[in-house]
């Protein structure tokens, strides 16, 4: 059986960023971004977009056992970016600035969202 193609997008956000959900059952919440996956486009948002999981226990790896609630993953396409400086979501612009580094721009007020 082939294998689903996931056409791949070039993902701006980054470990660490602060997203606001945009679309789905957590709109309009925000956290910071525990992980990104490039293959699939997805990310993993911190407190959204909650699951339960029914974990087994397993005392080797003291794990205890029951219905744990998790984060899932969201795709890119659902969450924006929120501006340190403006406090508000955003699209992601870029610049290239004199020394030849090219940085993520806030595309609301201008600022760089690179720290």
């Known amino acids: 059986m ?3 193609v996931v056409k791949r997008h070039i993902i701006n956000i980054r470990k660490g960023d602060t997203v606001h959900v945009m679309s789905g059952r957590d709109v309009g919440k925000s956290g910071r971004v525990l992980s ?4 699939n486009n997805t990310l993993i948002v911190e407190h959204a977009h909650l699951i339960k999981r029914h974990t087994r226990p397993n005392p080797a790896k003291n794990i205890k056992g029951g219905i744990v609630e ?3 993953p969201i795709h890119v396409s659902n969450v924006m970016i929120v501006c340190t400086s403006c406090n508000k979501h955003t699209r992601i612009g870029h610049n290239v600035q004199p020394d030849g580094t090219k940085v993520r721009v806030c595309k609301r007020c201008g600022t760089t969202l690179d720290r």
């Open 2 to 4: 082939p294998q689903k």
């Open 36 to 39: 990104v996956n490039p293959r």
């Open 70 to 72: 998790r984060e899932a």
